[in-house]
């Protein structure tokens, strides 16, 4: 079962009104199908504001459309999120990221979390040069987000090599096949900052220093040394 097969057999007739101040917002979830077995089951998400369609996503297209000016500045902003793509297809959005040890076996750790997936069923596994590995590894149960939505975290502590490629691999339901993951080993922006406003400021200090004292030596050459005696 895909996932425009799922959510039209989960969504199949739910709808949301919301009155407020005078103004109508109306929120729908289409199916769309022709097939019994809806094999070519299509999902339509519409949002509507006094009787006008703002926008829609439609899981066919895999991607939201706007309709007004808001509507178009809103499509825009999410498509290029895949995080919010990712949440309202129910396919899990990976993060890898890097992390504290546990303990000191190992200087390394990584952590690929799996956020906003429907249904639950999920495989998480590590890949250290294309091949599985099984030791060293934790992984969290598929925690509830309360709202139909599953996120999963599991870890992987190891001792880096130089060359090597280290992956996330993961499976699920509303993939087509696999999605590999490879860690980045290169340094964060945010590290990247860092290391360059600290480089700027020994630089500045560099110059500071260097104009006092070619400051200092000019104001001692101008000096009329007076004997004392």
């Avoid at 925690?143 to 880096?160: A, F, I, K, M, N």
Wanted: charged share 25%; hydrophobic share 35%; net charge positive.
């Amino acid at each position: 079962m895909t996932l425009s097969n799922l959510k039209c057999t989960l969504l199949l007739v739910v709808f949301s009104f919301y009155i407020t101040d005078g103004y109508y917002f109306h929120l729908t979830f289409e199916c769309r199908f022709s097939r019994k077995d809806l094999r070519d089951a299509e999902l339509v998400r519409r949002r509507i504001f006094n009787k006008v369609e703002v926008l829609r996503f439609n899981s066919t297209l895999k991607k939201y459309i706007g309709y007004t000016e808001t509507g178009v500045y809103n499509a825009e902003k999410w498509n290029n999120d895949p995080a919010v793509i990712a949440r309202i297809q129910a396919e899990p959005y990976i993060k890898l990221k890097s992390a504290k040890p546990a303990s000191s076996k190992h200087p390394a750790m990584l952590v690929c979390s799996a956020f906003g997936f429907y249904p639950k069923a999920i495989r998480v596994t590590w890949l250290r040069d294309g091949e599985e590995v099984t030791s060293d590894v934790t992984s969290t149960e598929e925690l509830s987000d309360g709202d139909w939505y599953y996120q999963v975290h599991s870890h992987l502590e190891y001792t880096p090599k130089s060359g090597e490629t280290i992956s996330c691999k993961v499976e699920h339901a509303s993939f087509t096949q696999p999605k590999v993951v490879n860690w980045d080993p290169s340094m964060p922006e945010s590290e990247r900052n860092k290391f360059a406003i600290g480089a700027s400021g020994l630089v500045l200090g560099v110059i500071i220093a260097a104009a006092g004292l070619i400051y200092y030596k000019k104001k001692s050459h101008g000096r009329i040394l007076v004997p004392q005696s």
